[in-house]
């Protein structure tokens, strides 16, 4: 029983998109977090890690596949104990690749916060200068001192 629900649970956070998006393409890509470790140097290490342990799963999923049906009935509370292990990691990993996804997000996210912070000053210092004209349909640009539009 304990296998047929592990074997669900892997397969479906197997083909379960991480992400809607795709890092492939993304201009800020090259953002540093505050380690000091950028995204692809972070995502690598988060990979390698669960590709190591796609690699012992595998390993313990075909010695539970060997093992006779006997065998299977006898030792469950074992093999339940250890493919629940397997189960825990693997939310663990979901839950890693989804925070160092948010947080490169929320880094993106901060810089143009950023750019429109100056953006926002830029059209306030315009509007400030221009706060005295006036424009009128199929005339030259009318200045009014004193009139506030």
């Given at each position: 029983m304990m296998g047929a629900l592990f074997l669900y649970v892997i397969t479906s956070i197997r083909f379960t998109p991480l992400t809607s998006c795709s890092l492939e393409g993304m201009e800020n890509d090259k953002l540093i977090a505050p380690d000091g470790m950028g995204i692809e140097y972070r995502l690598k290490y988060l990979v390698d890690r669960t590709a190591?342990?796609?690699?012992?799963?595998?390993?313990?999923?075909?010695?539970?596949?060997?093992?006779?049906?006997?065998?299977?009935?006898?030792?469950?509370?074992?093999?339940?104990?250890?493919?629940?292990c397997f189960i825990r990691l693997f939310a663990t990993r979901r839950k890693e690749f989804e925070f160092e996804l948010t947080l490169h997000t929320s880094r993106g996210v901060d810089t143009v916060n950023a750019k429109l912070d100056v953006i926002e000053e830029t059209t306030r210092s315009l509007n400030e200068q221009f706060v005295y004209s006036h424009f009128c349909p199929n005339r030259a640009l009318i200045l009014v001192p004193g009139w506030i539009l």
């Open positions: 190591d342990d796609i690699k012992v799963c595998s390993n313990v999923c075909d010695a539970y596949m060997k093992k006779r049906p006997l065998a299977k009935a006898l030792m469950s509370p074992v093999w339940d104990a250890k493919l629940l």
